[in-house]
């Protein structure tokens, strides 16, 4: 199995540490509903997963939930967003934090995605935080200002080199207002005092004041207690390599002494009619969306499973109807193994398995799959190996509705075409269509 590794910017051929692979996710921040753009990544998370386990990898994955309010920018400025959403919407914090965790949950198993081993709320693991910050202190990686306690970037000779940092040009064109307590312009803060009268309504004491957690801080102190370092796996956007990941690598190595992944993988952004996601531009769409225009969370993930997580992908309803009509086509294809004895081309799975194992080309695997004859027992792996419903999702019919097609093919035979509508339109009911064919009668789905 082969994966473009983002640190190395190479296609490597992915080798565990241990006898587990070990996965960590990026998660939301939950201040808002999640946009479908957000959720690609998490398909693309769920078929690195599904390919593991396929080719008998033990996988053990992590994500974490950011419902302690982190501030707007990538940075230790702006407004804290959960404060943002809770004055948005009138309720506490922790009312916020809960309801927009609850709906991304929900979403992310509309999709089929494989549940995390462990789902990391960061609000569990600020006393962890904590003892991470003690640690890093006693091995001389940051300093303490009056607005909180800031990881010394220079302490860490390869900050830099993931994200290939120009930080002397970060440094000549600092911000008008820079702190001038920072000794580096790169410097982040991994504890936030909060001062008096500041309002923020999640705080902890520590080091004899109130104050809350940097944000990139959760990520690294939870994979320090749940998975250790180094991980073989870390997975996010890529919006997060110039900042947050390697605020985090720089976090972890001070905390462990350790590199704090094996492999990086990235997923591109999406856009929607050739335009970047924004309210401004009133093309931000939930799953719920779909929903109203007859489309289904999994008719998104086959779009999203169409297309590579390193490549950029444009949205249109009219794609999306596309990856609809495919989906409904396999199932289709499904629904014919239950009524003819249908055998796979040669070694039809393993060239799928192949596919996607090359850095998770999904597309090419579709590509084959489009083009082969496939057993009931293969559609069976393959719906393993990318969750979309096709087989319980497309269940053989039962007793009442083969006596119903039977009518029909029986009033056909007699000519009795008013009664072959009729058991036509009753069958239509049933989502069931019937295509008669030179070998008798099949059934497929409508939708």
């Not at 073989?232 to 462990?256: K, M, R, W, Y």
Request: include cysteine; glycine fraction near 6%; aromatic fraction near 10%.
């Amino acid at each position: 199995m082969k994966l473009f590794n983002t640190a190395s910017k190479k296609l490597e051929e992915f080798n565990p540490i241990g006898d587990v692979v070990r996965i960590y996710t990026c998660g939301p921040t939950v201040y808002n509903f999640q946009h479908i753009g957000n959720y690609a990544s998490y398909i693309y998370w769920d078929l690195l997963v599904r390919t593991l386990k396929a080719n008998n990898y033990k996988v053990k994955r992590v994500l974490n939930l950011t419902d302690v309010g982190h501030l707007t920018s990538d940075g230790d400025e702006g407004e804290d967003k959960l404060e943002k959403g809770a004055a948005r919407e009138g309720k506490s914090v922790y009312e916020i934090a809960d309801m927009y965790s609850n709906d991304f949950l929900k979403n992310y198993r509309s999709l089929y995605l494989t549940e995390p081993d462990v789902i990391a709320k960061a609000t569990d693991y600020v006393e962890a935080d904590m003892r991470a910050v003690d640690e890093m202190t006693k091995n001389g990686f940051t300093y303490e200002t009056e607005d909180g306690v800031y990881f010394d970037t220079s302490k860490f000779e390869a900050y830099a080199d993931f994200a290939r940092l120009d930080l002397k040009g970060l440094q000549a064109g600092a911000r008008v207002g820079f702190n001038d307590e920072k000794k580096n312009v790169s410097d982040f803060a991994v504890w936030k005092f909060i001062k008096p009268g500041e309002k923020h309504a999640m705080r902890w004491d520590y080091l004899g004041r109130p104050g809350y957690p940097g944000w990139h801080l959760e990520c690294s102190t939870i994979i320090h207690e749940e998975l250790g370092e180094p991980i073989d796996i870390h997975t996010g956007g890529i919006d997060h390599i110039p900042v947050h990941h390697t605020n985090e690598i720089a976090q972890s190595f001070a905390l462990s002494g350790k590199p704090l992944a094996k492999v990086w993988l990235h997923a591109n952004f999406i856009t929607i009619d050739g335009e970047k996601i924004s309210k401004s531009l009133g093309n931000v769409y939930l799953l719920s969306d779909l929903d109203e225009r007859g489309l289904k969370p999994l008719d998104y993930k086959m779009w999203v499973l169409q297309g590579h997580y390193q490549g950029t992908r444009n949205f249109t309803f009219e794609s999306l109807e596309a990856a609809k009509q495919r989906r409904l086509n396999w199932r289709n294809r499904v629904a014919l193994c239950y009524q003819k004895d249908i055998k796979s081309d040669d070694g039809l799975y393993d060239k799928v398995l192949a596919a996607v194992s090359e850095n998770l080309n999904s597309a090419e695997a579709f590509a084959i799959i489009d083009s082969a004859t496939i057993s009931l027992e293969d559609w069976q792996k393959i719906d393993e190996l990318f969750g979309l419903d096709l087989i319980d999702g497309t269940p053989d019919i039962d007793d009442e509705m083969r006596a119903l097609i039977s009518k029909r093919d029986e009033a056909r035979k007699n000519k009795d075409w008013s009664a072959s509508d009729q058991l036509r339109d009753e069958l239509a009911k049933k989502n069931i269509a019937v295509k008669d064919t030179p070998d008798g009668s099949i059934w497929q789905y409508l939708a």
